[in-house]
């Protein structure tokens, strides 16, 4: 199983991301959900559950994610 974050969950590829993800047969061990200050806070379906959105201060990637992506205006990165 994987643990995947999206950042910038909230947006146009974020959310794209999570539909394909949700339709799949993959599984994950963790998904996390990032974007900037704007949506922290908010809460996003998966699968059933209710996740929370959280602010994204950093690059993920090598911070234990098997996989990351999305997309996120340059301020955040």
Do not use: W
Request: proline share 3%; glycine share 16%; net charge positive.
């Amino acid at each position: 199983m994987m643990k995947v974050g999206i950042a910038g969950a909230t947006g146009l590829v974020g959310q794209e991301m999570l539909s394909v993800l949700q339709k799949s047969n993959l599984s994950f061990s963790d998904i996390k959900l990032f974007a900037s200050s704007g949506s922290n806070g908010k809460i996003l379906n998966f699968r059933g559950s209710a996740l929370p959105v959280e602010i994204i201060k950093k690059i993920l990637h090598g911070k234990g994610y098997d996989h990351t992506g999305g997309n996120l205006p340059g301020s955040c990165l």
